[in-house]
């Protein structure tokens, strides 16, 4: 089944600690999320593909296979888990889009492209990858073409990371401004919580972003179990619900 936007705009994405969080995370969205499971969490990737089919089976293949805190050294992990689980999100570096692409075999999933804010509005950071971005001088893009490089790999989205909440306001809203031009979809990830998340998602929304996939991660997690707190997900979709 494809991804389940609300209003056909927005899907919330957020991390289960566990197969019976997972579970209660999709029932208080209404199935309008992308449950995470990090290949980061696993020591093989054999190990990986045995868990994450059980979640698959609990989400009705809305799994978001993550990499682990934008670690670029688990592009593989993600690529290769790809053959596998055919889930209906991946989250993979620049680099290895095209790779994961070939790797699950379809043109349904949905692929994002992790990219970066760059100091300047209207031009992204693409040096992402575990080499790359230890480089002295990053690989800037202007927006419009990275949208194109991203859509010729067989990618479905920018993930733009790390914001840090809104630290990055002007790239966000020019980012954003591409987005909408090219009608290619975007997800907003790093330092977003209840308090900043209705902010994030109107400047991505009031500026025409077709479909929008807000990342919100540690901030909603209980410290002590490691669960995403099912109230933080209640209140995500009502803000939701009242801006689309």
């Known amino acids: 089944m494809p991804i389940n936007y609300y209003n ?20 208080a ?19 990986a593909i045995e868990d994450m089919s059980k979640y ?33 999100h ?11 692409r070939a790797n699950v075999g379809n043109d349904e999933c949905h692929i994002n492209a992790m ?3 760059s100091g300047t509005p209207g031009l992204i950071k693409i040096s992402t990858g575990p080499l790359s971005r230890e480089c002295a001088e990053p690989a800037l893009v202007p927006a419009d073409t990275l949208i194109a490089i991203v859509k010729e790999m067989g990618g479905n989205s920018l993930k733009f990371f790390p914001m840090g909440g809104l630290k ?7 980012v954003s401004e591409a987005c909408a031009r090219q009608d290619f979809i ?17 400047i991505i929304l009031d500026a025409g972003v ?14 002590a179990t490691g669960d995403t707190r099912i109230e933080d997900v209640e209140r995500l979709l009502a803000m939701v619900k009242a801006m689309v």
């Open 56 to 88: 698959m089976d609990v989400l009705e293949g809305n799994l978001s296979v993550g990499l682990g805190g934008g670690n670029p050294n688990q592009w593989r992990a993600v690529a290769e888990v790809a053959k596998e689980i055919k889930a209906n």
């Open 90 to 100: 991946f989250n993979q570096a620049f680099c290895a889009v095209s790779a994961t």
């Open 8 to 27: 056909d705009r927005v899907c919330l994405n957020v991390l289960g600690g566990s197969l019976q969080n997972a579970a209660d995370i999709y029932k």
């Open 115 to 117: 990219v970066g804010p």
């Open 29 to 47: 969205a209404e199935g309008h999320v992308e449950v995470g499971v990090l290949t980061a969490d696993y020591d093989t990737v054999e190990a």
């Open 168 to 174: 990055v306001k002007e790239e966000l809203k020019a």
């Open 210 to 223: 077709p479909k929008v996939i807000p990342h919100v991660y540690s901030s909603i997690i209980d410290k």
């Open 186 to 202: 975007l997800e907003p990830t790093g330092g977003i919580d209840l308090e900043n998340f209705e902010e994030i998602m109107r």
